[in-house]
């Protein structure tokens, strides 16, 4: 392991201003994004009521915008690998403020899918396009870049169901449309990122194309790895939507809280799964990312084992726990991936962001079904088992940060 411990590599590049510049503006609008995303299971309360919807039913939602987002991801980080489309990013933000416009005046159930569907769209487009651009932007720290780029998404996460406890319950479903303002400004950056994305894409390709690297290990080790990491990220975001979709349900089913503190509740584990997400990725950078990712979802075992069991006051304390310490596993596995098949960018954060919302919505499907048959409480002890895949992580090739930043 001391082989592997420095960070500071030689001819690391400082960002350059415009180019940090660049990266925050990716990230406030990760941040916006995501906000408009957990507007959805925050105000799954309101739905509920109003459209007399069943646990199912709400886990049906979840699914059907986050299996879209799942499909597309990918094969929109294969095309764009190929093919740059620079203006992506404005128009995946126009296609979630079309469905936020929608949900918020939704008719009935079928037009809450629809209008979920097109948010799951344009968080399809938004995600590996703006994850190639923060890689882009990194100055070589690519740990780093994914970490603040992801703490704009696990920000806006938290924040999503703050605003929607304090803005959305008190004024209704209709008020939801008020977030498309915040949508507009996020388009603005992005078009502004665009234009910088196609310059930069227009001088790279003047210039002279260096040898293609070679795959950081064999191609059978590079299938096993990448099993493993998927193995990996189904495990974290299979029960991250135990959290996000139900954490409401069962403080209030268990400890009888309003609506209104649950959400707090919500939005304190989520801050500090944003918490979380920022060391992981730099951290990874300085000693490796296998040992972040190994000691990010096993270390988590023992919190999410006890979780069910506890009262209101050490449930809030276990789920910070669980919320920073799972959280900091996401930047290092796609950052690792990204490593192991350099030049894939585009495709790796497609593969990677689409499974975690594949995996969050077929995870609310089940476990919506799973507790209209039996019951949250339920549902949060079995749920709490699934860090133990984290143990897989054993069989990952170990990936220097020198190395990966020769390939990278």
């Known amino acids: 392991m001391a082989g592997t411990a420095s960070i500071a590599p030689p001819g690391q590049q400082r960002v350059p201003a415009a180019a940090a510049g ?65 203006f992506a990013l404005p128009a995946g933000t126009a296609s979630s403020i079309a469905g936020l416009v929608l949900l918020s005046r939704a008719p009935g159930f079928g037009a809450i899918l629809f209008s979920v569907g097109l948010i799951g769209v344009g968080s399809a487009i938004f995600h590996p396009e703006a994850s190639r651009i923060a890689r882009m932007a990194s100055g070589g720290r690519h740990g780093l870049a994914q970490s603040l780029f992801a703490l704009g998404g696990t920000g806006g996460s938290a924040l999503g169901p703050l605003l929607a406890a304090f803005i959305v319950l008190p004024q209704g479903q209709r008020s939801i449309a008020w977030f498309s303002a915040a949508a ?21 390709s003047a210039r002279p194309k260096p040898p293609k690297s070679m795959p950081a290990t064999s191609g059978r080790r590079v299938g096993w790895a990448m099993a493993v990491l998927m193995a990996l990220t189904f495990s974290k975001f299979f029960y991250l939507a135990s959290i ?25 584990f989520l801050a500090a799964a944003a918490t979380g997400g920022l060391i992981g990725g730099p951290l990874g950078d300085r000693i490796g990312r296998k040992y972040i990712i190994w000691g990010s979802i096993v270390g988590v075992l023992p919190f999410t084992l006890v979780l069910p069991y506890a009262n209101l006051f050490w449930t809030g ?12 596993a ?74 990966a930043r020769a390939r990278g």
């Open 184 to 204: 507009l400004i996020a388009m603005l950056l992005l078009t502004r990122v665009s234009s910088w994305y196609k310059a930069q894409h227009v001088a790279n």
């Open 244 to 268: 996000t979709n139900y954490y409401t349900f069962f403080l209030i089913g268990k400890f009888h809280i309003s609506v209104e503190r649950a959400q707090v509740h919500l939005f304190v």
């Open 317 to 328: 304390v276990l789920s910070v726990i669980i919320g920073s310490v799972l959280a900091s």
């Open 22 to 86: 660049i990266l925050a503006a990716v990230c406030v609008s990760h941040l916006v994004n995501d906000i408009l995303q957990s507007l959805i299971p925050a105000v799954y309360p309101i739905l509920k009521a109003s459209y007399r919807l069943d646990f199912g039913q709400i886990g049906i939602i979840t699914l059907v915008g986050q299996l879209v987002a799942s499909l597309l991801q990918p094969l929109v980080g294969l095309y764009t690998d190929r093919r740059p489309v620079y």
């Open 330 to 403: 996401f930047a290092a596995i796609l950052v690792y991936a990204q490593d192991l098949l350099p030049g894939k960018v585009g495709t790796i954060s497609g593969l990677f962001f689409g499974l975690a919302f594949g995996m969050g919505g077929i995870g609310a499907a089940v476990l919506g079904e799973l507790a209209d048959l039996t019951s949250i409480d339920f549902v949060y002890r079995v749920c709490a088992f699934l860090p133990a895949i984290g143990l897989l992580a054993v069989f990952l090739p170990q990936i220097s940060p020198a190395e």
